[in-house]
């Protein structure tokens, strides 16, 4: 085990399969989502809200911030993204949201697949565009939309520490933030598991277990 590796004990309420898909996409979405300032009631919209760190953002934003939140999505995964407390959530394969006239006070893009210039008018006044994944020229852009304009474009690498995996077990102790797993896969199920997985069916976390559920 690294020596600087960060661990803290499983929360209560978990089993260990529920506790073992929580510490990555919500520590990722909770340092990324620290780099702005949400405020309760404020508009936030997460693109790609039915991954790891969007289905994360989803939970943190509506439960720990108090934000209206909207979660993008393709068909398949609306339920899923509503059943973690989205108030909406738009099926991009019907529906172009840049195009809709709903203005938000964050746009959180967890792919990076979209750009400040494609987003900027579903930004209010004094918007903000978080990308998780980014290039020079959204770097730039954020270098820019500091020193000019109101709505602002802001990147950021993190380093989740031991004090965030204890805040993230005291939100899943209070009932916040609650894992959703879709399959349990043997070690022996491996491959079957990972062609789960890229057949872009899952609606949740696929586990792997080192025994049968039966066993453990």
């Known amino acids: 085990m690294p020596e600087n590796g960060i661990l803290a004990s499983k929360p209560s309420k978990m089993t260990y399969e ?5 510490p990555y996409g919500i520590m990722m979405a909770m340092k990324l989502l620290g780099k702005v300032n949400i405020q309760k009631g404020q508009k936030v919209l997460i693109v790609g809200a039915s991954g790891g760190i969007g289905s994360a953002a989803v939970q943190l934003a509506k439960h720990h911030f108090g934000a209206e939140v909207t979660g993008v999505c393709g068909t398949q995964r ?5 059943n973690l407390g989205a108030d909406k959530v738009i099926d991009y394969e019907l529906e172009d ?14 792919l990076g697949k979209g750009s400040f210039s494609t987003y900027k008018t579903s930004l209010n006044q004094n918007g903000t565009y978080l990308s998780a994944s980014f290039k020079t020229k959204k770097i730039l852009q954020m270098l820019l939309t500091s020193v000019t304009g109101q709505k602002k474009v802001v990147c950021a690498l993190v380093s989740p520490a031991k004090e965030d995996l204890l805040f993230i ?7 916040k933030i609650k894992s959703i797993i879709d399959k349990s896969f ?4 491996t491959a079957e598991a990972h062609r789960y997985v890229e057949s872009r069916r899952k609606q949740g976390d696929v ?8 066993l453990l």
Request: hydrophobic letters at 40%; glycine letters at 4%; zero cysteines.
């Open 18 to 22: 529920e506790a073992s898909v929580i």
């Open 78 to 82: 609306v339920a899923f993204v509503k």
């Open 97 to 110: 949201f840049t195009k809709n006239g709903e203005t938000y006070d964050l746009i959180f893009d967890i």
């Open 169 to 175: 077990k005291e939100l899943v102790e209070e009932g």
């Open 186 to 189: 043997s070690l022996e199920q």
């Open 207 to 214: 586990v792997i277990t080192p025994l049968t559920p039966s």
